[in-house]
């Protein structure tokens, strides 16, 4: 066959290593956004399964002879710039939203509607998210691993 498709073996570990990281992160953004919807998970998340997508797309044409027609280098490398935009742009929005979050608290000292790790206090007409230094932790780990998926 004079199309096929030979990739260095390297470049077959580093998708695994991106793919494991992209489903660790979907959990951690879906535990996340389970507590507490903001839109910074959702993006997450969002960009969480774009990346197995794109991951699929780049192994299996290589892998399976009758997917081979459908593999476009360009869309894989056009692929691969959008989704490092997009990487960048949930490790930010995590790290700001983060950020926003002055008070942690641990659930005893705040009225317990079953949320959990999160609540919401009303402060003069506004409301003020706090939340459980675990819960903080996560985040921030978070938007490291996105960095690094990035």
Do not use: H
């Amino acid at each position: 066959m004079a199309n096929q498709i030979v990739l260095p073996s390297w470049v077959l570990i580093i998708r695994g290593l991106q793919l494991l990281l992209a489903i660790v992160i979907l959990g951690m953004a879906s535990y996340g956004a389970y507590w507490l919807r903001l839109s910074s998970w959702g993006w997450t998340i969002f960009t969480s399964l774009a990346t197995v997508f794109i991951v699929v797309y780049s192994v299996l044409p290589e892998r399976v002879a009758a997917l081979q027609k459908i593999y476009n280098p360009f869309a894989v490398l056009a692929a691969n710039a959008t989704a490092v935009v997009f990487w960048l742009a949930a490790m930010g929005a995590l790290a700001a939203r983060r950020a926003t979050f002055k008070y942690a608290t641990t659930i005893e000292s705040c009225y317990n509607d079953g949320s959990g790790g999160v609540c919401a206090r009303g402060l003069e007409k506004r409301a003020a998210y706090v939340a459980t230094w675990p819960y903080l932790n996560m985040m921030s780990a978070c938007a490291g691993l996105c960095a690094i998926e990035m």
